[in-house]
């Protein structure tokens, strides 16, 4: 099974505001772990994470395990430029053709790899994301040229 999120979220609510504006984040696991976000707005950031991949994934049930879970992330080579501006329009300009990306991979595709097989079993999918149902698969970044192009694409598959 293979499931395309096309132009996927580069950032998420922090905050579950009524009243004022929500504040935003941008999706990176370093900075779920390294102090930077506290631990409330954490919590938040995870379950609109989660709320924001169910309503992505299909109704099906699997039965047949273990099966093994790819993610591969196609963004731009300077994702970690991308920006949210106070209008909620997302800030970004095409790299130079010299660019060199410096951010780190693992930074964007541990995070969704994790919201993704949590929401796997939220949702009732697998029944539980441990080795005995999934063993390995890969993540990875692939580049595309513009960030209209940015998707995730899941991968599913029975070993």
């Known amino acids: 099974m293979v499931i395309k999120i096309k132009k996927f979220l580069t950032h998420i609510p922090k905050t579950n505001n009524k009243i004022a504006a929500n504040k935003y984040w941008k999706i990176n696991n370093q900075s779920i772990y390294n102090g930077a976000?506290?631990?409330?707005?954490?919590?938040?950031?995870?379950?609109?994470?989660?709320?924001y991949i169910m309503d992505k994934l299909p109704n099906v049930i699997f039965e047949d395990f273990p099966i093994k879970i790819s993610v591969i992330i196609r963004?731009?080579?300077n994702h970690g430029n991308i920006r949210r501006r106070k209008n909620g329009e997302i800030s970004w300009k095409k790299?130079?053709?010299?660019?060199?990306?410096?951010?780190?991979?693992?930074?964007?595709?541990?995070?969704?790899?994790?919201?993704?097989?949590?929401?796997?079993?939220?949702?009732?999918?697998?029944?539980?994301?441990?080795?005995?149902f999934i063993k390995g698969g890969?993540?990875?970044?692939?580049?595309?040229?513009?960030i209209e192009d940015r998707e995730i694409i899941i991968k599913i598959e029975k070993i």
């Open 37 to 51: 976000i506290n631990t409330f707005s954490r919590a938040i950031v995870i379950e609109n994470l989660h709320k």
């Open 75 to 77: 963004t731009v080579k």
């Open 95 to 132: 790299p130079d053709d010299d660019f060199i990306p410096t951010w780190d991979e693992d930074n964007l595709t541990s995070i969704w790899t994790k919201v993704i097989r949590d929401s796997l079993v939220k949702k009732g999918i697998i029944p539980d994301d441990n080795v005995k």
């Open 138 to 146: 890969y993540r990875g970044v692939e580049f595309v040229e513009d």
